[in-house]
């Protein structure tokens, strides 16, 4: 039986996906050959990758509006300097919400000067700033929807002057929110898309152009645009992949059908970490993730047996990230509200025992 796999990323995908995507390794389009094995430049590939770019617009309601979705490699990573890259002129307002702002503000800092607007730092980012300025003369602001390090996630997003991006590595595709407030949406495929290998980054397109550095082609919006991303030979298995999970989802009714599934796995989820004794929360209730629930164990002496328990359930990777500690169950699309509903069970188990 597969794992109730709660692992933060790579993580879970929807059996079907795998399924589909393990046919497609040995026999492509039913023409006996691999997908791994054809031309990215032959039809049946570029057929994937516009599917694949038409879906995300699609899923996200952003047809027609402006926008156009790119599937590159790098990893978010990539985004961090990219972004940059490709939009900081002089200056650029930060929100600092954990790890993987720290790492994009590190980035964009090599090219020029960097406001970082707040930051949870000093609480080990266990809550999300909500005070603070975006001043309208910064090229763009940057902040991180969902940490999942941390297990925050940002409710509401300011209404800026200036182009809003945002790092939607863990959350994308998890909830309703009126995606045209921002201007550059990007995600690293391998937390609820597909496979590690590539990322989606949604661009509307009329905020390029506006720098004066010279951009390496491999590192510009522009030209990856231009060349409706194939400048290079894309990771064709991530984008087959993301593309059957993006398909998955608008099967099941698309974001708004699998958030009603998320809020009951976080419901579930939280109210156990909350009305069981053994166990306490890690992030402030109002920012606690819908994705990533962090908690401790508050008697140490427990640890032993409660790993026992749960490994012995078959769950998997529920240890949390060792900036944090204690535990994270990671809850993205394609989690059962069964696995969930395990876990629970496990830990007040553990209570009776105790
Ligand atoms: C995992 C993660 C990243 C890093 O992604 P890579 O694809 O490994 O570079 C960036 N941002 C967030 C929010 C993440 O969860």
Not at 32 to 52: T, Y
Not at 71 to 96: D, H, I, W
Not at 254 to 274: Q, R, V
Request: include cysteine; glycine fraction near 6%; aromatic fraction near 10%.
């Amino acid at each position: 039986m597969k794992k109730h796999n709660f692992s933060a990323g790579p993580c879970v995908l929807p059996q079907e996906v795998l399924q589909k995507a393990s046919e497609a390794v040995l026999n492509f389009n039913n023409d006996n050959l691999s997908l791994l094995e054809i031309s990215h430049r032959s039809k049946p590939f570029v057929d994937v990758m516009e599917k694949a770019r038409a879906l995300a617009l699609e899923l996200l309601g952003l047809e027609g509006k402006g926008y156009k979705a790119l599937f590159l490699q790098g990893g978010a990573s990539t985004q961090f300097l990219m972004v940059a890259q490709n939009l900081l002129e002089k200056r650029a307002a930060y929100l600092n919400t954990g790890t993987w702002s720290d790492k994009a503000i590190k980035e964009a800092a090599i090219f020029d000067d960097i406001h970082e607007v707040a930051s949870s730092k000093s609480a080990n980012f266990n809550y999300i700033p909500k005070e603070y300025d975006i001043p309208e003369d910064h090229d763009y602001f940057h902040c991180t929807s969902n940490n999942t390090i941390f297990g925050t996630q940002m409710k509401k997003f300011p209404k800026t002057k200036i182009p809003l991006v945002c790092d939607m590595s863990s959350d994308i595709f998890s909830r309703v929110l009126d995606f045209s407030q921002f201007d550059l949406i990007y995600a690293g495929a391998q937390k609820n898309m597909g496979p590690a290998g590539t990322t989606l980054v949604v661009i509307k397109e009329d905020i390029l152009g506006k720098v004066s550095r010279k951009i390496p082609s491999m590192l510009d919006y522009k030209v990856h645009l231009s060349k409706g991303s194939m400048f290079n030979t894309p990771p064709v298995f991530a984008v087959y992949t993301s593309m059957l999970t993006m398909e998955w989802l608008k099967n099941l009714g698309g974001i708004k059908a699998i958030e009603k599934e998320n809020e009951k796995k976080a419901t579930l989820m939280y109210s156990e970490i909350d009305l069981n004794p053994l166990f306490k929360g890690y992030s402030a209730k109002e920012d606690r993730s819908n994705m990533n629930a962090t908690f401790t164990l508050l008697n140490d002496d427990l640890k032993e047996t409660f790993d026992t328990m749960w490994q012995d359930a078959g769950i998997n990777g529920l240890n949390g990230h060792r900036s944090v500690g204690g535990y994270r169950a990671s809850m993205y699309n394609a989690l059962s509200l069964d696995s969930v509903k395990v876990l629970v069970e496990i830990m007040s188990e553990l209570e009776s025992k105790a």
